[in-house]
């Protein structure tokens, strides 16, 4: 069973040690008083997150060990002594207070995204075989690889550079590096912790903000801070053709977090509300700290949601200026910190200085991905129309618009022209985080339209901005009550909430069926492993040296639908370099894969001096040979030793 307490106890302990009493210590330096509770302890996290992942680049880069291991506890002590020091205060504002409300959509997030994730591999470990999502197993590879460096190479290319916005697994990483756990179960047991405290904190400010300074009834403030879960903001179903259940797109993302999407939403929320609480304020130095910081963060955790910081912030300074003709120059500033700290990280972590753009990673600016694999473009090739052609595109993507926002879209309109009305007509620009919240949620739905990625992955420009959608949306509904809208979306969030349930549902439901195909024999499917494979990936992991590397001949899982080298179980599990496994999340260039393919073969050659020749020149460790890819495999070189053998997988040593 991959649930455990003493692995779910231990990361709780380095969240809280390592990362967020650290970053409380940093953020009373930089975080003005007045910023609400939740907006403190929310950028405590993400600034401690930066200062410990500082501290493991200053280890990897000096070969000094141990550093991380003592920073954390170290400057807990610390942030402790400080705290008494300064007579206990109390972590809410004088206007704030505990409520109920925090503990309960924490617990519902925790437990969902549990059902949505960890429990769906709960016995994946223990039977007759083993099925792991392909982006799991991806994400734990990268946890492998990153604790032993940060950064570090691809462990499924041997000497490919690893980019990738990989912030996400280096809080997995880290914690590994420190207590040497297993990192599959690290990844299952911590993650519904990542996922439910920064997402309850940012939705509590979301809340805050909705709210205002009024006094509310407990179950209003409630709808303020959890409503966006059933706000049917990307309901799948509507959206992608195919989509069945769950229901929301959203909830899937950021209860799984599965590709940081939570956290994404979370940092989108953070930095919108500490730009709105500073932008009128005196240049302070610690406010474009806290903002070059807080940059680096979105961008290494999604470089979609800090693309989109950056544009909004400098959209909002330039067309400001223009309508006041006021210049204010800490706000050019905290423009050039957000930039800043985003073109560094970019460089550095997500892409590299020369990206390939080679598969997952190739992006296009066009319409027509977004339309080809969504109902509408499916509806219009029904009726025998060219969705790309002019007019039908306007109209195509106008609605696939309209799916993806969901009814939300409706106040949001509303709320836009509301706003841009009062603008023109009376010259007050109000609130600034309403515009930084229209402008977000615009620019991601241009990204949705414009753009298009392998996957669908340009709906992460609407979920990134969905929680200022709801604000939008909601800010509305307060300021015309018992408006026709205002009952029309009061029975939608209605709906929207029995959506949310049977999504709950749904994962229970998708977790048993999920945890009987373990009992399954694999056979031949390339998109199982068996037990037999998962005990020669153990073996490796307990009985070789953590810096071999090792050749594999599995690199697909062969769908119908789908080809792409997305085989990942060997990186994850035997938590070994390998020479090349799947390839297809890679940035590697086309010609170096086939370099690297062409090689590959040679280690299962009958030609003796060929599989020498390949060992020398490439300094791969151990050969794993599966009967399901080389049923008759023989060795022919003296130097491979067999040192493992079942009925599915030989290994062998080359010496």
Same mark, same amino acid.
């Given at each position: ?92 504002? +004088? ?188 240049? +302070? ?32 300074? =330039? ?29 550095? =972590? ?32 029904k009726l025998g129309l060219d969705y790309m052609a002019f007019p039908w595109v306007i109209i195509a993507v106008i609605l696939s618009i309209i799916c993806i926002l969901g009814p939300c879209v409706i106040t949001f309109v509303a709320f836009t022209v509301e706003k841009f009305s009062t603008l023109i007509k009376e010259g007050v620009i109000g609130d600034i985080f309403d515009w930084f919240a229209i402008g977000m949620v615009l620019m991601g739905v241009i990204g ?14 609407v979920i990134t901005g969905a929680g200022l959608l709801f604000y939008c949306s909601v800010k509305y509904m307060i300021g015309h009550r018992m408006d026709f809208l205002y009952r029309v979306m009061h029975i939608w969030f209605a709906i929207g909430t029995v959506l949310l349930a049977v999504d709950v549902v749904y994962f229970c439901y998708a977790d048993v069926k999920q945890n009987a195909v373990y009992k399954q024999e694999a056979g031949e499917r390339a998109d ?45 599990? +035997? ?81």
């Open positions: 069973m991959t649930f455990s307490l003493g692995i779910t106890f231990v990361f709780l302990l380095y969240s809280i040690f390592w990362i967020e009493i650290p970053g409380m210590l940093f953020s009373t330096m930089l975080l003005q008083r007045r910023f609400k509770f939740s907006t403190r302890l929310l950028a405590g996290f993400f600034i401690g997150f930066i200062y410990m992942a500082a501290l493991y680049l200053i280890e990897s880069l000096t070969g000094l060990t141990g550093i991380i291991m003592f920073a954390g506890p170290i400057t807990s002590a610390i942030g402790i002594f400080c705290y008494f020091k300064n007579d206990r205060p109390s972590v809410f504002n +004088a206007s704030e207070h505990f409520r109920w409300t925090y503990v309960i959509i924490f617990a519902f997030i925790y437990i969902v995204s549990m059902l949505n994730f960890q429990f769906k591999y709960l016995f994946a470990l223990s039977g007759a075989s083993t099925q792991v999502y392909h982006d799991a197993l991806f994400h734990t590879g990268n946890i492998v690889s990153l604790s032993r460096s940060f950064p570090n190479t691809d462990i499924r290319i041997e000497g490919l550079t690893f980019y990738y916005h990989y912030f996400y697994e280096l809080i997995f990483a880290m914690c590994k590096h420190i207590f040497r756990i297993d990192a599959f179960r690290l990844y299952l047991n911590g993650n519904a912790i990542i996922c439910a405290f920064p997402l309850t904190m940012a939705l509590v400010t979301l809340g805050d903000r909705i709210r205002g300074v009024k006094e509310v009834t407990p179950l209003r403030y409630f709808f303020y801070c959890s409503g966006l879960l059933a706000s049917g903001i990307a309901m799948l179903p509507l959206v992608v053709v195919g989509g069945r259940l769950p229901v929301s797109w959203l909830g899937n993302h950021i209860f799984s977090n599965i590709n940081a999407m939570g956290l994404a939403l979370a940092l989108t929320i953070l930095v919108i509300d500490v730009l709105a609480e500073i932008w009128y304020d005196k240049l +302070a130095f610690t406010n474009l700290i806290l903002l070059f910081i807080l940059s680096v963060a979105a961008t290494g955790f999604k470089g979609t949601t800090a693309t989109m910081l950056v544009g909004i912030t400098w959209s909002v300074f =330039v067309i400001e200026w223009i309508i006041t003709k006021n210049f204010h120059i800490q706000q050019l500033l905290y423009n050039v910190a957000l930039t800043l700290g985003f073109i560094l990280t970019y460089l550095t =972590v997500t892409v590299g200085l020369h990206p390939s753009g080679a598969n997952n990673r190739s992006m296009v600016v066009t319409a027509e991905g977004t339309l080809e694999a969504g109902r509408v473009g499916q509806l219009f090739t949705f339209s414009a753009v298009s990625v392998p996957g669908l992955s340009q709906g992460y420009f199982m492993v068996s037990a037999e494979t998962m005990e020669a990936y153990d073996w490796i992991k307990e009985n070789t040296p953590e810096d071999s590397v090792i050749a594999v001949d599995r690199l697909s899982e062969k769908q119908k639908d789908d080809y792409r080298s997305i085989f990942f179980y060997a990186s994850a599990f +035997a938590e070994r370099q390998c020479y090349i496994e799947g390839y297809d999340y890679s940035d590697v260039a086309e010609d170096q894969v086939e370099a690297k393919l062409s090689m590959n073969e040679k280690f299962y050659s009958e030609d003796v001096l060929a599989v020498d020749a390949a060992f020398e020149v490439t300094g791969v460790d151990y050969l794993v040979v599966t009967k399901q890819e080389h049923p008759d495999y023989q060795v022919t070189s003296q130097n491979l030793k067999l040192v493992f053998n079942n009925s599915e997988v030989m290994i062998y040593k080359y010496d």
